[in-house]
């Protein structure tokens, strides 16, 4: 009996798995174009002839670079309800599309997220649920819409299920749960999140250091991941750049650290992702931590905690280390204005050998972790 338990329970994690995966092999091309698109547009905003730099790329509206950059987020920011969408879709099929994505999509939304906290009297301030909230937006919407796919309706509405009933409906039972159990308590977290770190400011360096840099690596890019940056942001403006320096270091760290570890060991990740590896490099040197978006939602659970050791231990290194960067973004294109160029390149390559160490010792190889797949390949 324990065994035919066990080996439901293992047929269930590896649906869930390549239900996610399918999420994943449809966001990497977004987060592909998007993070590229935005790390061309710092390097042109860079050069010697053009009027801004990274920090005001983006107030240089009709700029070749602020066409870039404007490209990079609109990449990054579809790639988020697209994960969702997918998600839904590999669940479901085509009834499940519209639902994942558009539910993934509305807990992204600053004033959808905000709204809802008033109505249980909360101020959301800005925060929304990010890469972990498309993922479970993604499989609630697939299975209510697989379970609506086996309601025994008239023929006369069966032509109507797919395209109308079930994607109207499932959004419709499924938006208040989203937004009020997913949005509003990533909400709360945000802000307890920013009144402890205020709060530890100036009394431990190394402490204050390693959170800052876990932080940034917990969902990559989501609500934690933007606590910290804004934290280091706001220091940045009151002429306090330590924070900034330990924050973008370990922001670039999770992205390099997994196409590191891919790279040595491909047996241990899909082909798709080996090729995705080659992207998250320029990603992490632009300081785009959504590199790793692509690694964290295949396998949450050994990539997370590995991203976050690296990031920690490169931002705590950081900070007991003195680093400083004034620069609120722009990753190896802004490196020259730390105090110490070679300190702050040393703390990044020290958390990305620590990621790529941690999760390679952690993944098994993956035709072992996923039946029938066969062991990736290294390729040019």
Request: hydrophobic share 55%.
């Amino acid at each position: 009996m324990k065994d035919d338990v066990e080996s439901q329970l293992r047929t269930y994690l590896i649906s869930v798995k390549e239900d996610l995966m399918t999420g994943v092999s449809f966001m990497i091309p977004f987060v592909t174009i998007g993070g590229i698109f935005l790390a061309l547009a710092f390097m042109i905003a860079e050069l010697p002839f053009t009027a801004g730099d990274t920090e005001t790329v983006f107030e240089e509206t009709g700029s070749l670079g602020w066409y870039m950059a404007e490209i990079g987020v609109l990449g990054l920011t579809m790639m988020i309800p697209i994960l969702g969408a997918y998600i839904a879709y590999a669940i479901a099929d085509k009834p499940g599309l519209a639902p994942g994505f558009i539910l993934s999509w509305a807990i992204q939304q600053e004033q959808i997220i905000e709204a809802a906290g008033l109505v249980i009297g909360f101020e959301a301030d800005g925060a929304v649920a990010g890469f972990l909230g498309a993922i479970v937006a993604g499989l609630l919407a697939g299975y209510v819409a697989r379970w609506m796919k086996g309601w025994p309706v008239p023929s006369a509405i069966k032509p109507m299920m797919p395209i109308l009933v079930i994607p109207v409906f499932t959004t419709l039972f499924l938006a208040p749960v989203v937004i009020l159990g997913l949005g509003v308590p990533i909400a709360i977290i945000d802000d307890a999140l920013t009144t402890m770190l205020r709060g530890m400011e100036g009394t431990n360096a190394i402490l204050l250091g390693a959170i800052l840099g876990g932080m940034m690596a917990v969902d990559m890019g989501g609500p934690i991941n933007k606590v910290a940056y804004v934290f280091g942001t706001v220091l940045v403006a009151d002429q306090i750049f330590a924070p900034m320096a330990a924050v973008m270091i370990a922001g670039m760290v999770p992205p390099l650290g997994l196409a590191l570890s891919n790279f040595i060991a491909p047996q241990k990740y899909s082909a798709e992702m080996y090729e995705n590896a080659k992207a998250a490099i320029p990603l992490g040197l632009s300081f785009i931590t959504e590199g790793a978006i692509p690694y964290a939602a295949a396998d949450p659970l050994r990539v997370i905690p590995s991203a976050i050791l690296g990031s920690a231990t490169a931002g705590a290194t950081a900070l007991w280390l003195g680093v400083t960067m004034p620069a609120p973004h722009g990753g190896i294109f802004v490196v020259l204005l730390s105090n110490s160029m070679l300190l702050f390149l040393g703390c990044l390559l020290l958390g990305t050998v620590v990621t790529a160490t941690a999760v390679t010792l952690l993944k098994p190889d993956y035709h072992e972790r996923v039946a029938g797949a066969k062991p990736a390949q290294a390729s040019d």
